[in-house]
């Protein structure tokens, strides 16, 4: 017998992609920002591949007017799918965009009022079991996959964690910041998070990354909690209120974050994953020579 305390296992994740994309227009006036490719793969199959590594099996999306092509993607392509058979075609590049019947749960956010509240819309499908939240905007590229090595820290310690990255000192304003306490290994313990802070205030460098796992109860504070900065419901008010009352770690990210929702970052993960692709990486490798050259 294992003396490890029984915890719900992590089966749900939630995605939050409602946004405009306006800083991609005029690339996201038809297209949702979430389904422009990085290579050959949209941004949100990255996440999608991510999470079912790590065990994800029920994926809710919480979208808004104009998303519905996100859910076209992960549907069955008759029309497609016979003429590439007919053909002699394989579907291989299909595979990873079947989702079980049933495992795909779509709802609105009807008013854009931040990622909080965009969380708490997916509140009926999650009921009592802890989630996982993917941020699609940030491309975690590493293996094993940043939410797998969630969920491993996940089982050790149960609560709450958020993905952590340590960057230079002096950038740590333009994100969520952690207060940590003690350090084993990749794992930290969550003393407090801090939204933006200055940086001669920041309590660290390491900044929160787009990827979490929480605990139901954050339902609850979200509902009841009141806009933040920006005049939007922010997440991490309510997670900081979940400190001391569950435990609360932040798992170091072995691998790389592309910060795709700036257009130099979607270029940097174009350009690294297309690197490390063995079906293209030499000529790419070569052509950007001859560019820089």
């Not at 089982?155 to 207060?179: D, F, K, M, Q, T």
Request: charged fraction near 25%; include cysteine; hydrophobic fraction near 40%.
């Amino acid at each position: 017998m294992s003396d490890k305390p029984f915890r719900k296992p992590v089966r749900k994740a939630v995605f939050p992609v409602a946004g405009l994309g306006t800083r991609f227009l005029p690339a996201t006036k038809a297209i949702p920002k979430e389904l422009l490719p990085v290579v050959d793969r949209p941004l949100i199959q990255y996440a999608v591949d991510e999470a079912r590594e790590a065990g994800i099996e029920e994926f809710v999306f919480v979208t808004g007017r104009g998303k519905t092509a996100i859910v076209e993607h992960f549907d069955t392509a008759y029309e497609l799918e016979a003429t590439m058979t007919g053909r002699g075609k394989s579907l291989d590049p299909l595979e990873p965009t079947r989702i079980q019947p049933g495992n795909l749960v779509t709802v609105r956010q009807q008013v854009p009022l931040g990622l909080g509240h965009a969380v708490w819309c997916a509140r009926a499908v999650i009921g009592d079991e802890p989630f996982a939240i993917f941020l699609p905007d940030e491309l975690m590229y590493g293996s094993p996959g940043c939410m797998k090595q969630m969920v491993e820290a996940y089982n050790e310690v149960g609560g709450n964690l958020v993905s952590v990255l340590e960057v230079p000192r002096e950038e740590v304003s333009s994100y969520g910041v952690i207060a940590p306490g003690q350090s084993n290994g990749a794992l930290t313990e969550v003393k407090g998070l801090v939204e933006k802070p200055k940086v001669d205030e920041a309590p660290s460098n390491k900044i929160v990354s787009g990827r979490y796992i929480l605990q139901p109860e954050i339902m609850g504070l979200l509902e009841t909690q009141g806009k933040g900065a920006g005049g939007e419901i922010q997440l991490t008010d309510s997670m900081a209120k979940l400190i001391g009352q569950q435990p609360f770690h932040a798992v170091t990210f072995a691998g790389r974050r592309f910060d795709c929702g700036s257009k130099v970052g979607f270029v940097e993960a174009t350009l690294a994953i297309a690197l490390d692709r063995p079906d293209m990486g030499a000529e790419v490798r070569e052509m950007a020579r001859k560019m820089l050259g």
